[in-house]
């Protein structure tokens, strides 16, 4: 990579996919709307005390009913690529078998439309919303989901495969087992660690399998996974410390992509799960090596670590770095390990292609005045770790693109609408939507491909 011939400071590649990421059941609003059936999150949220101030994501950013100006907005920032979700209970209504035609339609303008302004689709088939029918035969707890999922794939590529050519499987299997099943934060919200082997092996079957039905379909485009990854750095140089910070990295970092790319799981979790650690079938192991057409990483932070016996399962506890800066969610801001986390992953599983699927932070931005919400703070976090993919670049890390997590203000989990990470401000009382500087930064930032960023 090396454009600096024709005499200007470096940029990006002219082909770099310049994005910003959203979720279905975080923006979408209108779950049941249209035949659609419910999904674990909508079951979740009503469950007393699960969601901050009793949100839920009925309405969201209403996006179901206003994709088609949301639409313009994107265009309006430059936007070369949106990911979204699609909402797998929306199509599937019983999350297997009977189609939703209603449902299949909505994604289907949504990418036509995306297309004709010129900005790519880049879909995820499972970002968490599970639908409850399958939750109630045992969900990713039951190994036939791995089937399940991907009988729901293949009619994805099916139905929309025309217009979609970027797919990926999973977002963030980690905190599918971590928030689901460890802590039991996400819906279905049970805090059972020792199905967390079980579960982490039947999303990565059913991604495989998701992968194979892509094969066999034949049609143009690639597909890959989406996982979440942080450094891990030991709070101190003790021995006990150190030891921590591996299995909080074997945990995070490697489970996942150590048996996708090296076709085992990490020995450290073996041995904190003890007697509860299956035995894999060798023919899994190597169903699940599936060779994949890209990575996708998710990075917002770092983290901490030291030896605590009464810290979470593994023994760990974070040490917070009070001397640093922390978003709204008290996640510190530590840009230098998208690279190192970019030069990791290029390191252990190989040179493959690269994006940065999510990156964004949520602050108290300031209120609108003159039309606009100035948000410095997150224009310095997205300047910072656009800066150090640019880094990684550098080094020859074939990085193809970077997406913004996220377009808009949305419902944050188990935080409901009180975290807001958009580049577009949502007054959720109105609906109304405002580009926050952030937007016009980036907005400036695509257009000049990196070359606005200072000190490149
Ligand atoms: C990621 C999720 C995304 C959003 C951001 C803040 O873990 O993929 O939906 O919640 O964090």
């Keep these: 990579m090396n ?40 079951e979740f949220c009503r469950q007393p005390g699960r969601i901050a101030g009793g949100d839920t994501g009925d309405v969201a950013c209403d996006h179901y009913r206003r994709f088609r100006d949301d639409i313009e907005l994107m265009a309006q920032i430059g936007l070369r690529s949106y990911r979204f979700s699609i909402a797998w209970s929306r199509v599937m209504p019983e ?15 949504l990418a036509e439309r995306l297309l004709e302004r010129g900005i790519q689709p880049f879909a995820t088939l499972y970002h968490w919303d599970l639908p409850a029918a399958l939750q109630a035969r045992g969900g990713w707890t039951n190994p036939d989901c791995a089937y399940w999922f991907a009988d729901y794939a293949a009619q994805m590529f099916r139905q929309l495969g025309e217009h979609i050519t970027f797919w990926s499987t999973l977002n963030e299997p980690w905190v599918v087992v971590d928030g689901a099943y460890m802590t039991g934060a996400h819906a279905p919200g049970q805090a059972v660690p020792h199905a967390v082997p079980r579960v982490a092996h039947t999303l990565l079957r059913g991604h495989a399998l998701a992968v194979q039905a892509f094969r066999a379909e034949g049609r143009p485009g690639q597909i890959g996974l989406v996982v979440n990854l942080e450094p891990k750095h030991a709070a101190s140089s003790d021995t006990a410390d150190i030891a921590a910070m591996e299995r909080a990295h074997a945990y995070m970092n490697r489970q996942f992509l150590d048996p996708v790319f090296l076709g085992s799981y990490p020995e450290e979790l ?54 640093s800066e922390h978003t709204e969610m008290d996640w510190e801001v530590y840009p230098e390990g998208l690279g190192s986390v970019l030069r990791w992953v290029k390191r252990r599983y190989g040179d493959l292609p690269l994006y940065v699927t999510e990156n964004g932070a949520a602050f108290n931005d300031p209120p609108v005045a003159g039309g606009r919400i100035v948000d410095d703070r997150r224009i310095a976090y997205l300047r910072d770790h656009l800066k150090a993919a640019q880094g990684a670049l550098r080094d020859g890390v074939d990085l193809r693109g970077y997406f913004v997590w996220s377009l808009f203000d949305n419902f944050e989990w188990s935080y409901g609408y009180a975290k807001r990470f958009g580049i577009i401000g949502v007054d959720f009382a109105t609906q109304q939507r405002v580009l926050k500087d ?18 490149l």
């Design 270 to 323: 073996a041995a904190a799960f003890g007697n509860a650690w299956p035995l894999f079938p060798a023919e899994e192991m190597r169903l699940i090596q599936e060779p994949i057409d890209f990575l996708g990483i998710n990075y917002y932070s770092r983290s901490v670590v030291c030896d605590d016996p009464a810290g979470d399962f593994f023994g760990v506890s974070r040490v917070r770095q009070d001397g």
């Design 95 to 109: 999350g297997r078998g009977r189609l939703n035609e209603p449902g299949l339609a909505f994604y289907r303008e």
């Design 3 to 42: 454009d600096e011939s024709n005499g200007s400071a470096a940029g990006f590649p002219e082909t770099f996919l310049w994005g910003a990421a959203t979720s279905a059941y975080q923006i979408e609003g209108s779950p049941l709307a249209d035949g659609a059936g419910p999904s674990i999150w909508d």
């Design 438 to 455: 952030s937007a016009r930064f980036y907005a400036e930032v695509i257009a000049s491909r990196g070359r606005s960023l200072p000190d």
